[in-house]
């Protein structure tokens, strides 16, 4: 009867207990068992225990990050739904994809949320690397983290690209064939060169890319396997990598004088009544900065609940984005992919028009030249700025708003006047129409503008003194640019890439 | 003992002998790994294109349009036929693959505005190379067009 009784009472405790040995540490009541809720999991603790109060201030990162995480999770969860009627052959994926526009339960619904999970998340990562570089975030310690972010950056780029050809239409067909015939630019060189029957890196990129010349089954196929295996792979470990590292870093870069400003709280107690024994031995043997040792964690909050919930916010904030550009657009289907009509115009995803507009004047240049001299660019920030003034801080660093502002001005006035040129008189070959290859691939408005913000940048280093400044008027200008291609492949392109104000002065057929 | 000493437990001596051996497994290892990824880069190359054949064979119409420009349905190419004899001029255009359409100077490519002659030469826009033409064998009306051999151009059969 004893033994029984003992049994039933378990029974009865199962659940309580399966919850218990979960958390490990009961609930997250007490500064012990929210740190211990915090280290005890293995994904909350890519986190800190604690997190300093400054990284807390919505102004401090603009929810950006987390943003992008959340868009990706989204992007995720609905991509594995349509992964259960997706049929990745050519005729079968464009039959499958109406199929799961017109036929599926919710099937509307779950690719609309795909698409623009997949837009936000290009919006969010975009302008978290911008917030992430006018706060002056990438500095020491944080150099790598920003190459981390860049490799996400890329990757994200990727996914959306590879994402594109799946519905087999006329704009995924003919998206990425451009797409892969930029991949076979570098032949615009090689062959202005004569060289391209012993050297031909161009041929054998788009051969990789497409498994064959031509558009067609195992360009599906190999897409297919890039979206929904190896770019997410990817892009998971250079997360982890990156959310780590943060940690690593000790939390977000904040200014040197950021306890003074943020002033006293009642939310902060000093944590260590005793000399911490235990916690830091081990940071005793890593060099460098490890974070307090020997002090106890000034001006620091438990991550749970402050970060927590604040990521929370931010997670809700972005799914309701997503689901009301869900319900209220359609993600675009067009006729079966016709490999003898091309869509005229046929138009890449929106952010991918900028290079289209590049691509207009040279290919190489404009696809992989200029894109690799802007990656380049990118990614030596953080190891040409070596300076200390203004990190953490929203435009920190000689110069500040003001210069940010006047870049806004030249990086937008050289854009728009190169283009506005360009598209009133035409460009060399208009004027020459035997100009070599070479000369057209070297100068161009792309290289042209490129050259312009690069001098503009030298200026600002010179005349300020610091490295700081130029890259704070050079990637403004990088943005201006972005911004106002874009705008232009986007809205005032019409049939055979000619310019019109206004879709309605199209020409009929 | 002594020389040992100078050096922390945290800090040792950068590298001591026996390390020898074990930078050596190291080195191998890593080649090992680096000459496996050689084989596996090599297998995405596909060998043999999984393409449609590129020649095909074609009944010319007994009037072609005075430009030329006949387009034999389902392929990317332009047959035209003057007094020298016939020629067959590829449609896709040499910027980024688009297929251009005929006008009445030439063709013009709807993606990024290249425009070619009758024969093909570029005469504005982006792109790089002009048109190629293509190896057209047979005579009179019935004609073989390999898409995947291009001549000269002028070369009329
Ligand atoms: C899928 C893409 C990405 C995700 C999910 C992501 C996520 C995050 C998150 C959650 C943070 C914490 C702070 C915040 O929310 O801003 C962060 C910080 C950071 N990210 Fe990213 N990120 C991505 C891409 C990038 C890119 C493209 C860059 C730049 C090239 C970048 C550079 C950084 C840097 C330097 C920090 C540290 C900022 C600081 O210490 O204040 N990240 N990232
Ligand atoms: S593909 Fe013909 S102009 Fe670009």
Redesign the pocket.
Known sequence: MNALQEFCENLWAAPRRILDTALRSGAPKTDRTRSTFVFGNVFLHLHAVRTHRW?LRWT???????A??AA?LIAVVSGVLLMFYYKPYPEAAYQSIKDIHFVVPTGRFIRNIHRWSANV?VVT??A??A???Y?A??RKP?EF??????G??V??LGLSFTGYLLPWDQLAYWAITIGANIAQSPREVTDALGATDYFDPGGLQKLLLLGSDTVGAEALIRFYLFHVMLLPMV?AA??SV??WR?RK?G???RPADADERLGPSKDVYPVFTDTPAKTYQLAAIVRGRTPAVGKGPENTVPSMPHLFYAELAVTMLTLFVCLALAIAFDAPLKELANPNIPENPAKAPWYFLGLQELVAFTAFMGGIGIPAIVLIG?GLIPYLDREKAGS?EWFGGPGGWPLVQRSLAIGLASALIVESLVIRYGWIREWFPSTPQLVVTLINPGTLLTAIYAAYSLWLVQRYQSSRAGALGLFTCFLCGFVVLTVIGTYFRGPNWVFYWSPSDWPKH | MNSETKHSRLEPELMPRRDVLGMASLWAAGSAFMFALFGIARLPKAAVLASPSKKFRVTLPETLPASGAFVPPGRNVSISRDSEGVHAVSLVCTHLGCIVNTSSDGFECPCHGSRFDRNGAVTRGPAPQPLPWLKVTGSGNEVVVDEGATVPSGTKV
């Open positions: 990284s401090t990162t603009l929810g950006l990050g987390i992008s995480a990706t998340m990562v975009i978290h690397m917030r992430a570089f706060t975030s990438y944080r983290n920003w190459l981390i972010g860049m996400l950056l990757t994200t892009l250079l997360m990156h959310f943060i870093d939390g977000l870069s990118l953490g």
